[in-house]
């Protein structure tokens, strides 16, 4: 059973296109995360969200927009694709709790490459 | 806010030998420290984490120690396998939601 699950796995698209990125966990975990890897391997965060609740919003561009139907699922939505969207984005969740910082599980990742 | 920094960048360590990996942090109201290995094409699997109620946590091959004062910890693999190959990452969190992330260091292990 896959904990955190991400589609699709890569994604080829031009400049100027809009495009989503889908994300699922079936850990039951309350918190949901977007991170963005650069050629690096920097990982950054940019969105966390709680019990569907933006809790996190660095500073991403607003051509960004996660959207959290229910506590299992977050979506990222990229408008106007830009060549430096380029990266490897990662889902991840933990079970959030008052007091204390828990475990992040991550998925598998998505490729973005933007033309 | 928090920064991480994570030496060295990379490592090479031949088959068997042990392997070290440090990380300091910046904020002292940091008070989760978690080890992420990452693989090839794969997302980060966390291996191994401390809070800071403790100063060194052990599983199996494995072991993270953490120095509050000085605010280091540190990674260590012993009787390294050439599946230990992988990016390992240190963090620490901020608040009990975000964590930031050390840059990365990569490890080659010699058959």
């Known amino acids: 059973d896959t904990a955190v699950s991400q589609t699709p796995k890569y994604l080829v698209t031009q400049m100027g296109n809009d495009k989503s990125i889908k994300c699922e966990q079936n850990?039951?975990?309350?918190?949901m995360y977007w991170y963005k890897q650069d050629s690096k391997k920097f990982l950054k965060i940019m969105f966390s969200?709680?019990?569907?609740?933006?809790?996190i919003n660095e500073t991403v561009p607003n051509r960004f927009s996660p959207k959290s139907p229910d506590k299992a699922h977050l979506n990222l939505h990229i408008n106007s694709l830009e060549l430096g969207d380029s990266a490897v984005y990662f889902c991840a969740s933990s079970q959030a709790g008052s007091g204390t910082p828990y475990e992040q599980y991550f998925g598998p990742g998505t490729r973005l490459t933007v033309t | 806010g928090e920064n991480v920094e994570q030496h060295p960048s990379t490592l090479s360590v031949q088959e068997g030998d042990s392997a070290v990996i440090k990380c300091t942090y910046s904020?002292?109201?940091?008070?989760?420290f978690p080890w992420y290995k990452q693989e090839l094409g794969k997302g980060p699997q966390l291996i191994i984490d401390i809070r800071s109620n403790v100063g060194e946590k052990k599983d199996q091959r494995i072991a993270v120690t953490l120095n509050k004062t000085a605010k280091h910890f540190s990674l260590h693999i012993t009787e390294t396998q050439p599946e230990d190959s992988a990016v390992y990452f240190c963090?620490?969190?901020?608040?009990?939601?975000?964590?930031?992330f050390g840059t990365g260091t990569r490890l080659t292990i010699i058959p």
């Open positions: 963090a620490a969190n901020v608040g009990n939601e975000k964590l930031t």
């Open positions: 969200y709680n019990n569907k609740e933006l809790i």
């Open positions: 904020d002292s109201a940091s008070n989760y």
């Open positions: 850990l039951g975990h309350d918190t």
